[in-house]
């Protein structure tokens, strides 16, 4: 299926790794030019590199934290009129709320929430204007699921979602569609980091966790960043313009509801 996007631009935020650097893969290889923004310049010119050595696409990287506002600029410096936006930030550690501090909460708020919502402020009225947009989200499923570990992700992730489950129904008449993608467990950094947080209240080994977890789920394994990428081009696409404000779970079937 031709997706319609090649010669687009896009700006992937968390693109040198994991489900970003998928997503920034997948949309290489449609033909959209790609920027990928992190806050580490080796993994960036790496990612850039071989993301592009793959695809034969055209991918470039900008050292960017989308939590400050000089990240941002330097963010839209790079790429001022993109066509897509890919949100993209790893979640906080899991912990025990009776500990988080105030400065903990506004960290995962700055960096799950408020973050996206003005690169969203500085791009969609572009947008708009172009009469193209696509603004992928990902989050978590734990918008749908709470884990009481994840509270800081919980409640700034979930922000993030109500915050454009308004805008959305006023851009999409413009062909600017915002979308939230909820991953289940995947198989990346961000998981490995989360199971190791989880190592001295749970008494278990890694491997033994890592197991349980990928075993646990109903598709009885950890899913495949390519596939969230492969979802994210998808919802990019041209034939996507009638999918917007909702938020897509690939989880493995983990979501225990019917709705």
Known sequence: MDLGIAGRHALVFGGSKGMGRACAHQLAAEGVKVFIAARTESTLAAAAAEIGAATGGDVRYVVADITTDEGRAAALAACPAPDILVNNADGAPPGDFRQWTPADWHAAIDVMMLGPIDMIRCTVDGMIERRFGRIVNIVSRSVKTPQLELGLSNGARS?????????????????????????GVFATDAQRRHIEGMLESTGKSFDQ??????????AGRYGRPEELGALCAFICSGQASYICGQNILIDGAAYPGTF
């Not at 966790?209 to 109903?218: D, F, I, Q, S, V």
């Open 159 to 183: 922000g993030l979602v109500g915050f454009v489950a308004g805008l959305a129904r006023q851009t999409v008449r413009h062909n600017v569609t915002i979308n939230n993608l909820l991953p």
């Open 209 to 218: 966790l890592w197991k349980e977890r990928g075993a646990n789920n109903p």
